[in-house]
């Protein structure tokens, strides 16, 4: 005799970036028969790989295959346009769906705690990568980049980002899908010396190597180390052998830039390390005019302050130091760590959370799809438990209607992208809409 039919489970998954849609993936995969809507507050899926993922890393955002493919099953519904806690709210999803999981991202970025960072010029970079990555939050961010100097404080892979950004030539990013409005801001922004600062050591950075590496092969940019600081480093305390392995070609890495001429490069990618931000300098006027830095050693693997300490000036400040989740009300977070608060994924019953928002902002996209198979495998354990099912995607369609919200399908999304295509400069794979009013006028009236 073979086993009576489950009964039909639906799932919401609030957010449409990697780690939710690893998460629908793994579900729709076991169980096939389950409905699932994923719902995004903007018109455009993908979260970080449309709006984090640096414009020149192509090939990164060939994933979006994948996730193409997933939400093309049957069953898997994309509601863009649909934001929780403005269109409806988490205790209504919850009424709705058998298990609704939060794949909100980490958007906040992580303040740096210093005096003077509210000062013009300075900038998170979760707000500076928006902005050249056309995300409608950011877009319209116009940052200061009067030159000379930028400093970009952190030493992890977004800051090698967007040090990278502000120093390749026009040509370099021909083909990328850098939007126009800041293409031509970095164009015109007289920027010689970018300062990319680490409070700890070259052995501590959080880079990963073909990343560090990239900044040796800039057109007129040229990676400048002070060849004191690579003296008496040993990996030997990484007991991970892999992260041993990366540490060991950073170094490799880092030694080749020091060794490298002065070629008259006009750009110069300064790395610093063991300089912890104190201050952001004041020009007078409210202005950002630079960084006083202390000089730090490392001690048991934290920065520590010496009390000497140097200024460095840079009219533009970007902190690339990691993000936090925003709070979803009536959910606990885990302050500490910027995270809504959970245990392996799971937040309270029939509530679940993945990806940075459930770990913190750590990993490159795959890393995701781990976290959501676990997150899924947990989801699904439960959905089996489920006698009386909730009323699922019909009772959402009523609820919008009702509040005369119209959801971004995915054939809609497939339009808005095919208009993005067909308005891009030649070469360019895309010319981004930045304006959720442009998105939506893509579509032609509804
Ligand atoms: P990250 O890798 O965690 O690096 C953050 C950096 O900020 C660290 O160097 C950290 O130093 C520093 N920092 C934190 N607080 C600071 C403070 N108060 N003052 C000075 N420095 C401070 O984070 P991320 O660069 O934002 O990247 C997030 C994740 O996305 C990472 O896993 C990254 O690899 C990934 N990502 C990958 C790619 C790629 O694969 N191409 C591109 C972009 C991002 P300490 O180590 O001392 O705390």
């Not at 995004?40 to 984090?52: I, N, S």
């Not at 709705?96 to 939060?102: E, F, G, K, P």
């Not at 180390?225 to 480093?233: D, G, H, I, S, Y």
């Not at 002065?262 to 104190?278: I, Q, S, T, Y």
Request: hydrophobic share 40%; with cysteine; proline share 8%.
């Amino acid at each position: 005799m073979s086993a009576p039919p489950l009964p039909a489970v639906s799932v919401c998954v609030v957010g449409s970036g990697p780690s939710g849609l690893y998460a629908v993936d793994a579900i729709a995969r076991k169980r096939p028969d389950a409905a699932i809507d994923v719902l995004d507050r903007l018109p455009t899926p993908f979260g970080l790989v449309r709006a984090g993922v640096a414009p020149d890393h192509l090939g990164t955002k060939n994933i979006v295959r994948q996730f193409d493919r997933a939400l093309s099953r049957p069953g898997i519904r994309f509601l863009g346009n649909v934001a929780v806690g403005r269109d409806l709210s988490l205790d209504e999803l919850k009424a709705i769906y058998d298990a609704v999981i939060l794949a909100v991202g980490a958007p906040l970025d992580r303040p740096l705690g210093v005096p003077g960072e509210t000062l013009a010029g300075v900038y998170g970079s979760g707000a500076f990568v928006g902005w050249y990555n056309g995300h409608p939050d950011h877009a319209a961010l116009a940052p200061r980049l009067p030159g000379p100097s930028v400093a970009v404080i952190g030493n992890g892979n977004v800051a090698l980002d967007i040090a990278r950004i502000l120093a390749k030539t026009p040509e370099e990013m021909a083909d990328s899908d850098l939007c126009a409005h800041a293409a031509e801001a970095i164009t015109a922004a007289p920027i010689t010396d970018i300062h990319i600062i680490g409070r700890r050591g070259p052995v501590e950075a959080a880079f990963t190597s073909v990343e560090l590496a990239e900044l040796g092969q800039l057109q007129r940019a040229r990676p400048v180390v002070n060849a004191a600081a690579l003296e008496n480093l040993s990996t030997e305390a990484e007991t991970d052998p892999r992260v041993r392995k990366v540490k060991e070609r950073n170094l490799e890495i880092l030694r080749e830039f020091a060794d490298r001429p002065d070629g008259g490069e006009p750009v110069r990618l300064h790395l610093h390390f063991h300089a912890a931000p104190c201050t952001v300098l004041d020009d007078g006027s409210g202005c950002a005019a630079g960084l006083r830095l202390e000089r730090t050693q490392v001690k048991d693997g934290r920065a520590i302050g010496t009390g000497t300490t140097f200024d460095l000036p840079a009219t533009t400040i970007i902190t690339a130091i990691g993000y936090r989740c925003a709070a979803v009300p009536g959910l606990p977070m885990d302050e500490s760590r910027g995270i809504i608060a959970n245990e392996e994924g799971c937040v309270e019953t029939g509530v679940y959370v993945t990806g940075w928002a459930r770990r913190g902002p750590s990993g490159v996209i795959p890393t995701n799809r781990s976290d959501a198979l676990a997150v899924a495998g947990r989801v699904l354990a439960d959905l089996e438990t489920v006698v009386l099912p909730k009323p699922g995607p019909d009772a959402l369609d009523s609820l919008l209607t009702s509040r005369a919200v119209r959801p971004v399908c995915y054939a809609d999304w497939q339009k808005i992208e095919a208009a993005e295509v067909a308005r891009a400069a030649k070469g360019r794979p895309r010319e981004k809409f930045i304006r959720v009013e442009d998105m939506l006028a893509a579509l032609g009236p509804s």
